[in-house]
C-alpha cells in the first residue's frame, strides 16, 4: 500500500519560514520523481517544485523561485519544500505527489496559511 504523508504545515506571519516534509512508504522511492503541488480555495492544483529521481533536477513555478527549495534524502524516502519569504498568497493545502509513469500517487496535503 502506497502511503504519502505529508507533514510540517502551519500558520505563519508574512515573511516567515516552513520546511515541508512528505515521507512515503509502499513505492521504491528512489526511482520516482517527486513533487510538490498546492491548491488554495477556489483555484485549481499547481505545481509549486519538482526534483528528478537522483535529485539532480529541480523545477520550479515562477511564483516562487529564489523563496522555495525542493529536496530530497533517498536514504529516509522523503521529499522536503524549505518555503522562506511566505507571502499570503502561498497558502493553500501542499500535496505530495510520487510520479513513476503511469502511477502517480497523492498525499492527503497539509495545510499552510500565511497570515498577520
Known amino acids: 500500500q502506497v502511503q504519502l504523508v505529508e507533514s510540517g504545515g502551519g500558520l505563519v506571519q508574512p515573511g516567515g519560514s516552513l520546511k515541508l516534509s512528505c515521507a512515503a512508504s509502499?513505492?521504491?522511492?528512489?526511482?520516482?520523481?517527486m513533487g510538490w503541488y498546492r491548491q488554495a480555495p477556489g483555484k485549481q492544483r499547481e505545481l509549486v517544485a519538482g526534483?528528478?529521481?537522483?535529485?539532480?533536477?529541480?523545477n520550479y513555478a515562477d511564483s516562487v523561485k529564489g523563496r522555495i527549495t525542493i529536496s530530497r534524502d533517498n536514504a529516509k524516502n522523503t521529499v522536503y519544500l524549505e518555503m522562506n519569504s511566505l507571502k499570503p498568497e502561498d497558502t493553500a493545502v501542499y500535496y505530495c505527489?510520487?510520479?513513476?509513469?503511469?502511477?502517480?500517487?497523492w498525499g492527503q496535503g497539509t495545510q499552510v496559511t500565511v497570515s498577520s
Open positions: 509502499g513505492i521504491i522511492f528512489r526511482i520516482y520523481t
Open positions: 505527489n510520487a510520479y513513476l509513469r503511469p502511477d502517480s500517487y
Open positions: 526534483i528528478s529521481s537522483d535529485g539532480g533536477t529541480t
